[in-house]
């Protein structure tokens, strides 16, 4: 009688555990295209860069009654060869050569501007998250100027506190529908083919 009381016990204090604390996690999303792209140039030459204009490295909190031990994070490191490889298959899709250095060839320059994990504040339990990203993209091509800004947001609702696994695939998500934004702006691939 007093084992099964004690393991009852156990259970319910692991089972409040889970409910008030949770543990760190560092992200790693894979972002993705996702669109067929017309092309309108020719093979030239573009140089493309993609940077990290983050603030901070930490997306938001997953929340729970101890939000401050639950940080997201994304690594500029992890996600920027990511994004780089994404922009010059989006760029090679519209035609283009993308290129590291090429005197007087136009440029893009894809600037991750925002990344962003938001759960409620209140409660023991996480069951929902805001999750957004944004993109900034600027081109430039001889005297022509072009700046766009593409964002992406997720409400999602869950039955328990999402894992390490499911917040990848969320963050990959919204990264890949704001990135795939970006490269659906005709005037992007107008202003690079000039």
């Known amino acids: 009688m007093l084992q099964r009381l004690l393991f009852g016990l156990i259970a319910v204090t692991s089972l409040t555990l889970?409910?008030?604390?949770?543990?760190?996690?560092?992200?790693?999303?894979?972002?993705?295209?996702?669109?067929?792209?017309?092309?309108?140039?020719?093979?030239?030459?573009?140089?493309?860069?993609?940077?990290?204009?983050?603030?901070?490295?930490?997306?938001?909190t997953r929340g729970g009654l101890y939000p401050e031990t639950s940080a997201i994070t994304v690594a500029g490191n992890d996600i920027l060869p990511k994004l780089q490889a994404q922009a010059e298959a989006a760029v090679r899709l519209l035609g283009f050569t993308p290129t590291p250095n090429a005197y007087n060839a136009p440029q893009l320059t894809v600037t991750l501007a925002e990344l962003k994990y938001q759960s409620p504040k209140e409660g023991m339990y996480v069951t929902e998250a805001?999750?957004?990203?944004?993109?900034?993209?600027?081109?430039?091509?001889?005297?022509?100027r072009y700046s766009g800004r593409y964002g992406a947001s997720l409400d999602q609702r869950f039955g328990m506190a999402p894992n390490q696994e499911t917040n990848t695939k969320l963050v990959g998500d919204v990264l890949s529908d704001a990135l795939t934004r970006l490269f659906k702006d005709q005037a992007i691939g107008q202003i690079l083919g000039e």
């Open 18 to 60: 889970a409910g008030c604390a949770h543990s760190p996690q560092q992200l790693s999303p894979q972002p993705k295209l996702n669109a067929q792209l017309a092309p309108v140039g020719h093979g030239q030459p573009v140089v493309v860069k993609v940077v990290d204009g983050r603030a901070s490295q930490t997306l938001g």
């Open 130 to 144: 805001t999750i957004g990203a944004t993109f900034k993209a600027d081109v430039a091509n001889a005297n022509r």
